[in-house]
Structure formats: structure tokens, C-alpha cells
């Protein structure tokens, strides 16, 4: 078996190749720029508007793992060429590929695609995948943590200095990015359980874990216990608006993370955890969150 994987140079995707190494399952990976060897991997020089690149990516692939997508654009156009063209012409390749499965990695933010621009595209690619008559799965993971992640560095950093601002009060459902590459690689070789079938994973804690508790989980993790104030939406605007100022385009705080920060329910549905048969998390959060701390540090991230 062979499969084919979008973005596995970024965090999920370095987590998804580390998974199949251990599995000894061949990946043939897009890549942008040249990469150095890796066990198992077949690098694939190109991106998702490149149809050549895509072409010899699912040549004679048995499945495509499609994890590349936008999280943060400038416009709306930015979200709509990374997560809706791209994940449309990879979709035709496929098909004409003859490519028998296709597992599309989306958000939970998908869920409610009128509160972000991101959102919206998100599941505007969802809808692609859906009516493309391959047999498909679509997986949205909540908040994703874990070595090699830098979306939620700054959150460590805060919660190291004693201080860690969060949304207005909410709950959100979390997971490791190891427990997601399983799942990922999991889904594979299909079946009538999980083909048509969209799934909402997470750690295995019921109803998620509210603000504050993650963020006091956080500062457990670095050793320490933050102040932790919620913020309104419109104090999250106005950060957003001075992250931009300060940062430009590498802004991490934009006005379109804030439409579904400001949201208080990101908690997985239960009635679309994956069957237990097939995938359970294995990461107890509290030993994730140290571990990623552990490994931040050891790195120079902290």
C-alpha cells in the first residue's frame, strides 16, 4: 500500500509520516521544497495548483490523506484558493487516478462556517469531497497540540510568564497530534463503518475542557499557575487588529480566529466519535501538555 499525503511538512503532517514509519506503511508526500530523505517517504516536488505534481503524488496510490489547508489568510480569497481550489483539483486527480480512498482532514470550525472565513472554506471543501463519488471520510479535529506545533507555542509562553488571556467562557474539546495521525492512518483501508462518514475525535474527556481549565492546564504543564482573565470579543478585536499592526501577514491573532475564538461551544459531538473499534486516544492531555512543554524547551521554542 501506498498513500498519498498533502502537507506532511507541516505539524500534523510530520506527525502523520513519523506514524506510518512505525507501521512501515510508504508514503508518497507533496512537498514544496526539497526535503531530506526519510524513511519510507517518497518525496513529490510541488503544490496543490501544480496538476503535474498531483498527477505523479496519486499515481498508483491506494489512498490520499489530504491534511494540507490555509489555517490563516490575509483575505478571503487566501482561504478559498488553499482549502477550496486545492482540495478540488486534488479531488479530480484523484479521480482520475482511479484512487480508491480519500480520508480529508477539516476543523471542527467547519462546523459552524458563518462565524470565520476559514470556517466557511473549510466546509465548502467538505462539501466537495462529499460529492465527489470517491469513498471518502472526513475527520475535524478540535484544538490540536504536540511537539512541532507553533499555533499553540504562545499560549505556553503567556501561561510561563504568570498570565494566560483567554475567550469569553466556553468549552473546547483537545487532541494530541500523535492520537490524530493514528486515526488518520486508521481510517485507511475504509469499510462500511467509516466510508460517507464525517468524524469529531478528541481525548476522551466528556464535554471537553472549558477556558479556564485549559489554560490552568497549560500553566501546569510550563509549572505554573497563571492569571487567567477572559476576554470580550470586541478586547479580542482590538488585539487583533494591534497583532496585525505589529506583525503584518505573520499575525497569529487575526479578526477571523477571533469570529471562532468567541465562540463558547468547540466541544466534539459524541453522536461522531470515530467507532471505538477502530481508534481511542491514547494521550492523557495533562501528560501531553507536559510532554509538549518538555519538548519546547528542549528545542528553544520556551
Same mark, same amino acid.
Not at 73 to 83: E, S, W, Y
Not at 165 to 191: E, K, N, Y
Not at 250 to 267: E, F, I, N, Q, S
Given at each position: 500500500?501506498?498513500?498519498?499525503?498533502?502537507?506532511?511538512?507541516?505539524?500534523?503532517?510530520?506527525?502523520?509520516?513519523?506514524?506510518?514509519?512505525?507501521?512501515?506503511?510508504?508514503?508518497?508526500?507533496?512537498?514544496?521544497?526539497?526535503?531530506?530523505?526519510?524513511?519510507?517517504?517518497?518525496?513529490?516536488?510541488? /503544490? &496543490? %495548483?501544480?496538476?503535474?505534481?498531483?498527477?505523479? +503524488? =496519486?499515481?498508483? #496510490?491506494? !489512498?490520499?490523506?489530504?491534511?494540507?489547508? @490555509?489555517?490563516?489568510?490575509?483575505?478571503?480569497?487566501?482561504? /478559498? &484558493? %488553499?482549502?477550496?481550489?486545492?482540495?478540488?483539483? +486534488? =479531488?479530480?486527480? #484523484?479521480? !482520475?487516478?482511479?484512487?480508491?480512498?480519500? @480520508?480529508?482532514?477539516?476543523?471542527?470550525?467547519?462546523?459552524?462556517?458563518?462565524?470565520?472565513?476559514?470556517?466557511?472554506?473549510?466546509?465548502?471543501?467538505?462539501?466537495?469531497?462529499?460529492?465527489?463519488?470517491?469513498?471518502?471520510?472526513?475527520?475535524?479535529?478540535?484544538?490540536?497540540?504536540?511537539?512541532?506545533?507553533?499555533?499553540?507555542?504562545?499560549?505556553?509562553?503567556?501561561?510561563?510568564?504568570?498570565?494566560?488571556?483567554?475567550?469569553?467562557?466556553?468549552?473546547?474539546?483537545?487532541?494530541?497530534?500523535?492520537?490524530?495521525?493514528?486515526?488518520?492512518?486508521?481510517?485507511?483501508?475504509?469499510?462500511?463503518?467509516?466510508?460517507?462518514?464525517?468524524?469529531?475525535?478528541?481525548?476522551?474527556?466528556?464535554?471537553?475542557?472549558?477556558?479556564?481549565?485549559?489554560?490552568?492546564?497549560?500553566?501546569?504543564?510550563?509549572?505554573?499557575?497563571?492569571?487567567?482573565?477572559?476576554?470580550?470579543?470586541?478586547?479580542?478585536?482590538?488585539?487583533?487588529?494591534?497583532?496585525?499592526?505589529?506583525?503584518?501577514?505573520?499575525?497569529?491573532?487575526?479578526?477571523?480566529?477571533?469570529?471562532?475564538?468567541?465562540?463558547?461551544?468547540?466541544?466534539?459531538?459524541?453522536?461522531?466519535?470515530?467507532?471505538?473499534?477502530?481508534?481511542?486516544?491514547?494521550?492523557?492531555?495533562?501528560?501531553?501538555?507536559?510532554?509538549?512543554?518538555?519538548?519546547?524547551?528542549?528545542?528553544?521554542?520556551?
Amino acid at each position: 500500500m501506498t498513500i498519498a499525503v498533502t502537507g506532511a511538512t507541516g505539524f500534523v503532517g510530520h506527525a502523520l509520516l513519523e506514524e506510518a514509519a512505525r507501521e512501515n506503511l510508504p508514503v508518497r508526500a507533496l512537498t514544496r521544497s526539497k526535503q531530506p530523505p526519510a524513511p519510507g517517504v517518497e518525496w513529490v516536488r510541488g /503544490h &496543490l %495548483g501544480d496538476r503535474t505534481a498531483l498527477a505523479e +503524488l =496519486v499515481d498508483g #496510490a491506494e !489512498a490520499v490523506i489530504h491534511v494540507a489547508g @490555509v489555517v490563516n489568510a490575509p483575505d478571503p480569497h487566501g482561504f /478559498h &484558493l %488553499g482549502n477550496v481550489e486545492g482540495t478540488m483539483k +486534488l =479531488v479530480e486527480q #484523484a479521480l !482520475a487516478e482511479g484512487v480508491p480512498r480519500f @480520508v480529508f482532514v477539516s476543523s471542527l470550525a467547519a462546523r459552524e462556517p458563518q462565524l470565520s472565513r476559514y470556517g466557511e472554506s473549510k466546509r465548502h471543501a467538505e462539501k466537495l469531497v462529499m460529492a465527489s463519488g470517491l469513498d471518502w471520510s472526513i475527520v475535524r479535529p478540535p484544538a490540536i497540540y504536540g511537539p512541532h506545533d507553533r499555533e499553540m507555542l504562545d499560549m505556553f509562553k503567556a501561561a510561563r510568564w504568570g498570565v494566560l488571556p483567554m475567550p469569553p467562557p466556553g468549552r473546547t474539546s483537545l487532541i494530541h497530534v500523535r492520537d490524530l495521525a493514528r486515526l488518520l492512518l486508521a481510517l485507511v483501508p475504509g469499510g462500511e463503518e467509516v466510508t460517507h462518514k464525517v468524524f469529531e475525535p478528541d481525548d476522551g474527556r466528556d464535554e471537553g475542557w472549558s477556558h479556564r481549565e485549559l489554560a490552568r492546564t497549560i500553566g501546569w504543564a510550563v509549572g505554573r499557575r497563571p492569571w487567567v482573565p477572559h476576554l470580550s470579543k470586541p478586547a479580542l478585536e482590538r488585539m487583533a487588529r494591534l497583532d496585525k499592526a505589529l506583525r503584518g501577514r505573520k499575525a497569529k491573532l487575526t479578526l477571523d480566529r477571533v469570529g471562532y475564538m468567541a465562540h463558547p461551544d468547540w466541544v466534539s459531538s459524541p453522536k461522531l466519535h470515530p467507532p471505538a473499534d477502530l481508534w481511542e486516544a491514547q494521550v492523557p492531555t495533562r501528560e501531553g501538555m507536559k510532554a509538549t512543554a518538555a519538548w519546547y524547551r528542549k528545542h528553544g521554542w520556551l
